[in-house]
Nanobody, 124 residues
């Protein structure tokens, strides 16, 4: 069973920066497309960003463009979400997810494996 564990959540100041990590235990990690999602209080889960298996293709939700950066290190079985210029509306539980996918539309593909999430709170 593929396991994903998010870490790095916590309290962040508005305008500040923060980085989340997603660690995968599967030996198939390098073959997975990785996505970051978030769910704010009272809202539906939404996609934030995704990165392809070869990390040459990254996609972002409109609210994340120019502020968030997704990356991965396959030697460490880890993906990252760098978040800059954080706003209170970025407060949410952030999830990482994985899927064996080779296409270019990873913002809308169905993901098969999910972490349990980590809370990010942006507040002064």
């Amino acid at each position: 069973q593929t396991q994903l564990v998010e870490s790095g959540g916590g309290l962040v100041q508005p305008g500040g920066s923060h980085r989340l990590s997603c660690a995968g235990s599967s030996s198939l990690w390098r073959y997975y497309t990785i996505g970051w999602f978030r769910q704010a209080p009272g809202k539906e889960r939404e996609v934030v960003s995704c990165i392809s298996r070869s990390h040459d293709n990254t996609l972002y939700a409109e609210f994340a463009k120019g502020r968030f950066t997704i990356s991965r290190d396959n030697t460490k079985n880890t993906a990252y979400l760098q978040m800059n210029s954080l706003k209170p509306e970025d407060t949410a539980v952030y999830y990482c997810a994985a899927v064996d996918y080779t296409g270019r539309g990873c913002l809308t593909v169905e993901y098969d494996y999910w972490g349990q999430g980590t809370q990010v709170t942006v507040s002064s």
